[in-house]
């Protein structure tokens, strides 16, 4: 019999210490995998159950569902129900428990950066959601009634199925508008209701973006962008004649007795909720206004500053422009007689496509290159018929996985030509929401981020860029003009950026007053009025708008401050190395995010 040797109390220690390192490794990686299997679940049933409860916003964000696996869904147009709210309040509220019990730093790098934004949004939709009747879906500015045919105007037609899907939503447009109709009877049981005066303009609206008269002619633009949109398909040999045939017979019919009526009984409803007792007033004026409004300004902006830090910034920036301009001024006199003569050089491109080509040229040296191909660029007007209702540009984003064709809408009867046009493109165009866009979404497609990242949406982080880019192109509209021997020219556009970044900086300060320290309109009138708006109507309008539209100009005029405090603290923490290309592609790169995340990766 072989006796078996003793094993010593050394070899005994250090094969404890290897197991219970092997164990330790072990737990390690499963608590790893765990936490990042669970996020992978929360995140990819996140964002397919989105997509497949609109399929409007589906469209707009995918070309191509199935990649992303989407393959069954049924075309559905969301609508508003108190229950639904409610559901979905509950679900947020599970979605972010969820996500609070994953630990992050278990999650890679670009996952931790997403849970961070994702835990972020989510309190802040939970806070909003303690409101449910203090935000306006009908706005006169800018509500459902003039958004809705522009997303349908341009819903591309990529397949039969795409033809299918937008009639099937064009057929649910009654009960769209009647769900909305029904939160404005609600709103208004619960003592929001909507003045007056913004309701009769929302109806004037009703009656003349979709008429009869138009239908029978066969003229309206969701007649003639539908038969365009076919025509094309019929040359890619996507649909046979009989088929196209079919699908505008179907969409004439369903405009004529769908949304003409959707329309019709909108407005009728809205007829009965009108209240001339209701007077227009910021939302300090309802209960607990200011605390909504410190929340709706972290939502559309980004910026987690407290509000008496906000207004310190844009006092300073007011000073630092009223300055500029008072310079120019001074040391130029000439342009005030420019001014008072109303005289203005020709502008050395005419047509969009030369400006948006200068435009590219003059920022290459500056910012990085889009991935992949070049992106087709289409400069469309705004159909007449929307032109009162619209913004004075706009640009529709392109699909996260097709950003090949681009289309920017200009209002002809908003924006004239010359420097105008100019700056308006850099904004919509280069280096402006297209460029920013399309660099980000393939980007993301090929580092693998994840699409739900697309459920986010960061309104300061986009249209702050843009308007620093718009800003910069004034820059590069200067250069072209001295270029073409126009000295007087150049020096207006110069006087021109700064004035526009005083007016936005006005708005901006404006809207703090309106609807955080509820300042009234004959407040407001005093403040336009010392800065020569002494018009009644011009300054009534401005109050209007400001009403209706609460923090949309801080959404601009704050996310750019917001960019430049961000360049500041790069130049401070790189030195040297600091460059604007290397902080264009640091902000590009980290791609749309809340500005408090975008501070501590530039720390980091």
């Known amino acids: 019999m072989k006796k078996h040797s003793s094993i010593s109390f050394r070899q005994l220690f250090f094969g404890l210490c290897f197991l219970l390192a092997f164990s330790g490794m072990t737990l390690f990686l499963f608590s790893w995998r765990r936490d990042e299997k669970r996020f992978t679940n929360i995140t990819n049933t996140l964002f397919v159950n989105d997509m497949k409860a609109n399929t409007l916003n589906m469209h707009y964000t995918l070309a191509n569902p199935e990649d992303f696996g989407i393959h069954d869904y049924e075309p559905v147009l969301s609508c508003y129900h108190a229950d639904l709210a409610l559901q979905s309040q509950a679900e ?82 009654d009960d769209y508008f009647a769900s909305l109709l029904v939160y404005e009877q609600e709103k208004s049981a619960a003592g929001y209701g909507m003045p007056g005066s913004f309701l ?3 109806r004037r609206q009703c009656d003349t973006i979709i008429t009869g008269e138009i239908l029978d002619a066969g003229t309206h633009f969701l007649q003639t962008t539908f038969q ?40 009728d409803g809205l007829l009965q909720l009108e209240d001339d007792s209701i007077l227009p007033s910021g939302l300090a004026a309802l209960p607990d206004g200011q605390t909504y409004y410190e929340q709706l300004l972290i939502s559309e902006t980004g910026s987690y500053r407290p509000i008496s830090e906000i207004q310190k910034m844009l006092t300073a920036q007011f000073g630092r422009e009223y300055d500029e301009i008072k310079k120019l001024a001074r040391n130029h006199p000439e342009i005030v007689q420019n001014l008072t003569l109303d005289t203005t050089e020709d502008f050395p491109y005419k047509n969009a496509s030369q400006m948006l080509l200068d435009l590219q040229n003059r920022m290459a040296e500056d910012f990085p290159a889009i991935p992949g191909p070049s992106s087709d660029i289409a400069v469309k007007a705004v159909s007449p ?58 980007t993301a497609l090929s580092s693998g981020e994840r699409p739900a990242r697309q459920l986010l949406w960061y309104g300061g982080y986009q249209e702050g860029w843009a308007l620093y880019v718009e800003f910069l192109s004034y820059d590069y509209a200067v250069q072209l003009l001295l270029e073409d021997n126009q000295e007087t020219a150049a020096l207006m556009a110069r006087l021109e950026r700064h004035n526009r970044s005083l007016q936005l900086c006005l708005y901006s300060l404006l809207d703090i007053m309106i609807h955080y320290e509820n300042a009234g309109y004959s407040q407001i009138a005093k403040v336009l009025e010392s800065f020569g708006i002494t018009d009644s109507e011009s300054s009534r309008s401005i109050y209007n708008y400001i009403i209706q539209s609460p923090c949309n100009y801080p959404k601009y005029y704050l996310g750019y401050l917001e960019i430049l405090s961000l360049r500041e603290q790069a130049k401070e923490l790189w030195g040297k190395e600091y460059t604007d290309y290397r902080f264009h592609c640091f902000y590009l790169d980290c791609g749309p995010s809340d500005f408090l995340s975008l501070q501590e990766r530039l720390q980091s």
Request: net charge negative; hydrophobic share 35%; glycine share 4%.
């Open 385 to 442: 018929s929307l032109e009162a209702y619209c913004a004075p540009a706009f640009y529709l984003t392109a699909p996260l996985d097709d950003t090949a064709a681009n289309n920017i809408y200009i209002n002809r009867s908003k924006t004239p030509d010359g420097l105008e046009l100019y700056t308006t493109l850099a904004h919509e165009g280069y280096p402006g929401h297209l460029y920013q866009t399309v660099y980000h979404n393939r």
């Open 228 to 267: 365009e949109r076919l025509e094309k398909m019929l040359q890619e040999k996507l649909i046979t004649p009989k088929e196209a045939a079919s699908y505008a017979a179907q969409n004439n019919r369903l405009l004529k007795t769908v949304l003409l009526p959707a329309y019709i009984a909108l407005g």
């Open 92 to 173: 947020t509220e599970n979605t972010l428990a969820a996500l609070k019990a994953i630990r992050p730093d278990k999650l890679s790098e670009s996952d931790a950066i997403l849970w961070r934004l994702m835990t972020r949004s989510l309190e802040n939709t939970l806070a909003l959601d303690s409101f449910p009747y203090y935000s306006e879906p009908l706005s006169p500015s800018s509500g459902a009634q003039s958004r809705l045919p522009i997303l349908l105007a341009e819903y591309t037609f990529r397949g039969k199925r795409d033809v299918e899907d937008y009639l099937a939503l064009l057929d649910q447009t």
């Open 200 to 202: 009769r303009e929302v």
